[in-house]
């Protein structure tokens, strides 16, 4: 048996914990280790995408026993799956300019930032190309944005409570008309994101919303 003189934790885990890929006891070196291993599979993401994920070259990367990955992520969608749950904790929270345009703005200007970071943008390219292929990491992307959707969601509510948009308005199909024209430019046409159609996207959104486009039904 390899020898795990890395980083590695000095408790085995049961089963229990390996049904589960990336579920992990907080804190200590068992922190430390899931961080390790992420930060490496986001890196190989960016850099050769997902069909080029090897679970001994970023147990190699993250200075972490081979057997630790295998045993606690169980395959690359494991570790992707456990990356955009740690992706979604780790983002900014929702925004609260006091009106419905300056948070929906500060919205579109947060995807687009990731979009157009190198990094992330190669990291979300690779997931999203993924998930096209394979329905594990389809959910697990969805999962991803259910949490950041539902995390943004009372910028909606508090604008129908003063009035800025009609009562009964849905935050989640109001926030994804903001960001959609920009992952259709990021996947599909590759098109430039610009501040022109980060704002372009936001007003179409509120005008929208303000004539009750978004209404539950």
């Known amino acids: ?25 907080p804190g ?13 599979t ?14 001994d070259r970023i147990a190699a990367s ?49 995807v687009r930032d990731t979009l157009t970071d190198p990094r992330m943008g190669a990291v979300f390219r690779a997931v999203i190309a993924a998930a096209a292929c394979d329905e594990e990491c389809a959910r697990a992307l969805a999962a991803f944005y259910r949490t950041r959707l539902a995390e943004w969601a009372p910028v909606v509510t508090r604008a129908a409570g003063r009035g800025e948009i009609p009562e009964g308005t849905d935050p989640v199909e109001l926030l994804r008309a903001v960001s959609a024209p920009l992952y259709y430019r990021f996947t599909i046409t590759h098109e430039d994101l610009t501040g022109a159609v980060t704002e372009r996207a936001v007003t179409a959104a509120l005008a929208a919303a303000r004539d009750g486009a978004f209404l539950r039904e």
């Open 42 to 55: 986001q890196d190989a993401l960016a850099d050769t995408g997902f069909h080029a994920l090897n679970m």
């Open 28 to 40: 200590g070196r068992t922190a430390k280790v899931r961080r390790a291993v992420l930060d490496a």
């Open 62 to 110: 993250a200075g972490v026993g081979k057997t630790t990955v295998y045993r606690r992520w169980g395959s690359p969608v494991g570790l992707v799956t456990d990356l955009l749950h740690d992706m979604a904790e780790q983002s900014l929270p929702a925004a609260d300019t006091g009106g419905l345009a300056g948070d929906l703005r500060a919205n579109a200007e947060l």
């Open 1 to 25: 048996m390899e020898q795990e003189t890395r980083l590695t934790e000095s408790q085995p885990v049961t089963h229990d914990h390996a049904a589960t890929p990336g579920t992990l006891r």
